[in-house]
């Protein structure tokens, strides 16, 4: 699914003293099955982009388009279905639930799409394994070092197998092996047909021969790529 | 099919969640458990002493006659017996006598009474069980009174008062008429009050008023007039427990406050991340309603059914000291349980609803906005 971005703005605090405008007009075409890399020095605005893509928010002004579906403008609910299906996230705090297990929480994202347990119990073991994760599975999420905890923030946005992965600044906790690691898991995904979305302002990722296409952005607006 | 396994994964959730803060839920639960306890105990209690104390007064006499001297309760001689004449509608009359009976031993009141229908000795005498308890004597011992001229007179206890009328019994002694009169200092010829049945509640008033013009120095008192004063007396006494109950209660629903507009940020980042991965609001929505269900219905559950216990197996004996001022000799009764339907929803209602509409608002604001936050 190609992902197009017509002359999108994002406007904070619209209308009040404070409002600043975080995207200025950013028109793009993102291809299906590439590794494509968001660069950027902070608060230029690459998370709030990206938010916009997987349907964690709306833009102020302009059109996304996800295939043929047109995003801006489709009601909460339709996002939300899209968001489950076609997206997986992996967040820059990997934003795992304490005290919940590390299986409890990979299976999280399925819960509302109520699928057999003990097949969905299944697929997240499998996940877990691929990752060299599944002597930890009844562990708490807490117990885990960086690496670790990446891993199952990656193993959680893959459990309800999206099309779209996108991971903001993945690798901004984790050490220099541990970004080369998690580069490689990327070509791995990449391999397996999905479409990834990365953000970051670190060289092992956008430097990294896995990234195919880099975009830049400045103060909200794209500047290369 | 499918929404039943979508609310089964909503509670496999919402159990491991109230799981993970065990320490914090569990001292909710005895908090709330505590106040639903207090609460139903006061609830029980009070409908069933009120219920228990209807049914004795239901078999006691339509018509009490005092005979009042200076505005006060006076004997009654017994020639009035007599001088009520011919009275329509009263099947029955007889004089009592009874008393009281200061023990300075225990430093309590009992009450005097001659039962003729029991035929005891002179020398004999039935007591109550809280006497019999306090006193710490049975059939066979004996029972030593100072009478009215200083003499001392001892007297066998035959028996002990059937306990299932323990609440009117405790602090009973019954004995002979002889036994009475010459203990307590009636003269022959007088009697403490005069009882009269009547078979048709419809001639009371009647009848009332006519005892007043026939004796004018008499007072008829109507059973009816007994079941309304037992009655605010006890809604009197329910209303000091309810009072201190508000406090309790004005506690909790701080505290329930607080959870509701104070949702931690831990919360709010977990309910962030529920929705970027792909929750609806409605899932949250159901996940934190079905939270505070589980929790206010665990404590509801378990509050009540101690209530139950504390009430119908220990005598409500946590009340004893409010209660007790209508009587020194606490009673030990067993009150026949009653649950009231309506009482339950209501108590149900004021403890279960609010909580649960008080974590669900919060939670509401919050996950109507954008999940784009745990991108921060
Ligand atoms: N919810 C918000 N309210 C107001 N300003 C925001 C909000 N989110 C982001 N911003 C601002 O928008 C700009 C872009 O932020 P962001 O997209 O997070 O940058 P980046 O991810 O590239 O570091 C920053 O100046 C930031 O302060
Ligand atoms: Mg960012």
């Not at chain 2, 007039?225 to 309790?248: C, H, K, M, N, P």
Request: with cysteine; hydrophobic share 45%.
């Amino acid at each position: 699914m190609r992902i197009v971005l017509e002359n999108v703005h994002k406007v904070f605090n619209q209308g009040r003293p404070n409002a600043h405008e975080a995207i200025r007009g950013v028109s793009l075409s993102i291809e299906p099955n590439r590794v494509t890399c968001l660069k950027g020095a902070s608060g230029s605005g690459k998370s709030t982009l990206l938010s916009m893509i997987g349907c964690l928010s709306r833009p102020t002004a302009g059109r996304i388009h996800l295939g043929e579906r047109l995003l801006s403008g489709l009601p909460e609910r339709f996002l939300t279905d899209i968001r489950r299906h076609t997206f997986g996230f992996i967040f820059q705090q990997f934003n795992l639930i304490s005290g919940l297990s590390v299986l409890e929480n990979i299976m999280l994202p399925a819960y509302p799409l109520a699928p057999d347990h003990r097949q969905l119990t299944a697929t997240a073991s499998a996940l877990l394994d691929r990752f060299g994760l599944a002597h930890k599975a009844r562990n708490p999420v807490q117990w885990l070092s960086g690496g670790e905890a990446q891993r199952v923030a990656i193993c959680r946005a893959l459990i309800n197998d999206p099309r779209i992965l996108i991971a903001d600044e993945p690798t901004a906790n984790l050490d220099t092996r541990l970004s080369r690691d998690f580069m490689e898991q990327i070509r791995r995904l990449r391999e397996s047909g999905r479409t990834v979305l990365i953000t970051s302002h670190d060289p092992v990722v956008f430097d990294s021969p896995v990234v195919e296409r880099v975009i830049e952005l400045c103060d909200g607006q794209v500047v290369g790529g | 099919m499918g929404w039943l396994r979508h609310q089964r994964y909503l509670l496999d959730f919402i159990i491991a969640s109230l799981l993970r803060r065990k320490g914090k839920n569990l001292g909710l639960l005895l908090v709330y458990s505590l106040i639903v306890f207090m609460l139903a105990s006061v609830m029980l209690f009070t409908h069933a002493l009120k219920r228990e104390m209807g049914q004795v007064l239901q078999a006691s006499p339509e018509i009490i006659l005092q005979r009042i001297e200076a505005g006060r309760h006076a004997l009654i001689p017994a020639d009035y017996l007599r001088k009520i004449g011919r009275l329509r509608g009263v099947t029955a009359r007889k004089g009592r006598l009874w008393g009281y009976f200061y023990d300075p031993a225990v430093r309590a009141n009992y009450t005097l009474m001659v039962a003729p229908e029991r035929r005891l000795a002179d020398s004999e005498v039935i007591i109550g069980s809280a006497i019999a308890r306090t006193r710490g004597i049975g059939p066979g011992d004996y029972l030593t009174f100072r009478a009215h001229d200083g003499e001392a007179y001892s007297f066998r206890v035959r028996e002990l008062l059937a306990s299932d009328t323990e609440l009117f019994s405790a602090d009973l002694v019954l004995m002979s008429e002889r036994a009475f009169r010459v203990s307590q200092g009636v003269a022959e010829g007088w009697y403490t009050d005069i009882v009269l049945s009547v078979s048709n509640p419809l001639e009371l008033a009647k009848i009332a008023e006519k005892l007043t013009l026939r004796l004018p120095d008499t007072r008829p008192i109507l059973r009816e007039e007994i079941l309304r004063t037992y009655d605010s007396i006890f809604s009197w006494r329910q209303g000091i427990l309810f009072v201190l109950l508000l406090g309790a209660i004005l506690a909790f629903v701080i505290f329930a406050w607080d959870k509701a507009s104070g949702l931690s940020a831990e919360e709010r980042r977990e309910i962030g991340i529920l929705k970027a991965v792909g929750w609806e609001t409605g899932d949250v929505l159901r996940m934190k309603f079905w939270e505070g269900a589980i929790l206010s219905l665990m404590a509801f559950l378990l509050g009540y059914l101690l209530a139950y216990l504390h009430v119908f197996h220990a005598s409500a004996s946590l009340f004893e000291p409010v209660l007790k001022g209508w009587a020194v000799l606490y009673p030990a009764f067993r009150l026949t349980p009653v649950i009231d339907g309506l009482q339950v929803a209501t108590l149900f209602f004021f403890s279960v609803f609010p909580y649960v509409v008080a974590t669900i608002i919060p939670i509401w604001q919050v996950s109507v906005t954008d999940p784009d936050a745990v991108m921060r």
